[in-house]
């Protein structure tokens, strides 16, 4: 399978640290090694912990996942297919070994079209919730469809998380915008061959020049965000 793959290339090439030392080797507090990825997977699907889990487990290996707590313990119909969730016995059991456990809101909404109140809500509710299970602070949040404007950071940051995802393609260097970090998008659309040449700083330098490109007619902003850059993050599943 194609997602083993792309982890032993990883384990073997890579050096899978902790999400919370890339979040400080944004902001300056710590040191990486060199070729540092994180792992992530945003939404919180079944296969997370039937597949996923046990490979980080047997290798020891740190990853997080980002929970949509109104998806926990249901199914959802995805591609004409029903996708069976992660229920909340299985995020508590992850929480305690290897994965740290994020937020990704409660009703997966696009935060920049929701009334400010009703997605600091959205927000709120997946924190504390995750919190009030796994008895463990969130501090990470990844944005749904991974977008995000100058509120919803400002939302974020109030809400006392320490780093936040997008999903636009590029990696994560030094002095970053914590609640604004890259991630490198890997979805089951892409084979090993695309994912490893993606790994490569060639292809990095590439994803990130694409990404300028579009982030410069968009955004702004988000174009200083993305002008720098060193550890990777990567995230596997849907949106
Ligand atoms: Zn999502």
């Not at 996942?65 to 591609?79: A, D, K, M, P, S």
């Not at 749904?144 to 994560?172: M, Q, W």
């Not at 890259?182 to 994803?207: E, H, K, P, W």
């Amino acid at each position: 399978m194609e997602f083993y793959r792309q982890m032993e290339h990883l384990r073997r090439n890579y050096n899978i640290v902790p999400i919370e030392d890339i979040v400080e080797f944004a902001a300056g507090k710590r040191r990486l090694p060199e070729k540092a990825v994180a792992i992530t997977f945003d939404d919180g699907y079944g296969d997370n912990y039937s597949r996923v889990y046990p490979y980080l487990k047997s290798h020891g290996l740190p990853a997080t996942i980002f929970i949509c707590t109104g998806y926990v313990g249901r199914q959802l119909l995805l591609g004409g297919y029903y996708l069976n969730m992660l229920n909340w016995n299985q995020i508590v059991e992850m929480s305690r070994n290897n994965a740290t456990v994020g937020a990704h809101t409660e009703t997966h909404s696009d935060l920049c079209k929701e009334a400010h109140e009703r997605a600091r809500e959205n927000i709120k509710i997946s924190k504390e919730e995750i919190e009030r299970r796994t008895g463990k602070p969130v501090k990470y949040f990844s944005y749904p469809f991974y977008r995000f404007d100058h509120e919803t950071i400002e939302l974020v940051r109030l809400l006392g998380f320490e780093g936040a995802f997008g999903g636009s393609s590029g990696v994560v260097r030094q002095g970053d915008l914590t609640l604004a970090l890259n991630r490198i998008q890997v979805d089951r659309s892409v084979s090993f061959l695309m994912f490893r040449a993606r790994m490569t700083r060639a292809g990095l330098r590439y994803i990130e020049a694409r990404r300028r490109l579009r982030a410069s007619r968009r955004f702004r902003f988000m174009s200083a965000v993305y002008a720098k850059c060193e550890a990777i993050v990567r995230i596997h599943g849907g949106t």
